[in-house]
């Protein structure tokens, strides 16, 4: 089973501080994506990496993809309440043409004004 | 529609009992998922469509669950002799064609009493 692991499961900030949220597996992914679920919502996707040591900007939020395409990283700047949600990781193996999308056990992140 | 619509929202049933969960996805999107996601877990791959036939099944935990999409648009997944541990927040995506980005509907919350 390739697995993703998800750090923290939980995080409890106030808002304007920084936080890191970090995605890890043993297995090589042909692409990473992270998305954001609020409570009775569905996932929506925030970015796709593809290339590894790949970093791209979303406003507050900086993703990387790992060199060697096994780890990814969200960074959120300054935090606000609005962000508050369940940050979920989820990768492609092999060629990525397939419909098989792994995800993480997923990150609650709660910013308390 | 405007986006991927999941009928019922929520659904109580009798352990033994059988259910059907009904994804109305974008229209003209070919792909189609389904995920199952436990309390405080990331979404877990069941089976996925590609029009009308299922592209990968393996995720489907045994032979009481089955999917179909007789038509290449709406998708009924079923589910034979309902047990306590099938309850959860099944989730429907869908996608354009498969690789491209995913949408997903709100959730059917199952619970089996």
């Known amino acids: 089973t390739q697995l993703l692991e998800q750090s923290p499961q939980f995080l409890s900030i106030q808002e304007g501080e920084n936080l890191t949220v970090y995605c890890n597996s043993s297995?090589?992914?042909?692409?990473l994506q992270w998305y954001r679920q609020e409570p009775g919502e569905g996932p929506v996707l925030l970015v796709t990496?593809?290339?590894?040591?790949e970093v791209k900007k979303l406003k507050r939020l900086t993703f990387q993809f790992g060199d060697a395409r096994k780890d990814s990283s969200l960074h959120i700047t300054a935090a606000q309440t609005g962000d508050t949600g369940l940050y979920l990781c989820?990768?492609?193996?092999?060629?990525?043409?397939?419909?098989?999308?792994?995800f993480g056990q997923g990150t609650t992140l709660q910013v308390k004004p | 529609g405007a986006g991927v619509s999941q009928t019922p929202s929520n659904k109580v049933t009798e352990k033994g009992k059988y259910v059907e969960l009904r994804c109305d996805p974008i229209?003209?999107?070919?792909?189609l998922y389904w995920y199952r996601q436990s309390l405080g877990q990331g979404p877990e791959f069941l089976i996925y469509?590609?029009?009308?036939?299922?592209?990968?099944d393996s995720g489907l935990p045994n032979d009481r669950f089955f999917a179909v999409r007789p038509e290449g648009s709406v998708s009924t997944l079923k589910i034979q002799r309902t047990e306590r541990g099938d309850s959860a927040v099944y989730l429907c995506?869908?996608?354009?064609?498969?690789?491209?980005?995913?949408?997903f509907g709100q959730g059917t919350r199952l619970t089996v009493v």
């Open positions: 995506a869908s996608s354009l064609t498969q690789g491209q980005q995913r949408f």
């Open positions: 297995s090589v992914f042909s692409s």
């Open positions: 990496v593809v290339t590894g040591g």
């Open positions: 989820a990768g492609h193996h092999g060629s990525g043409n397939t419909g098989k999308l792994i």
């Open positions: 229209s003209g999107h070919t792909a």
């Open positions: 469509f590609q029009g009308t036939g299922a592209a990968d």
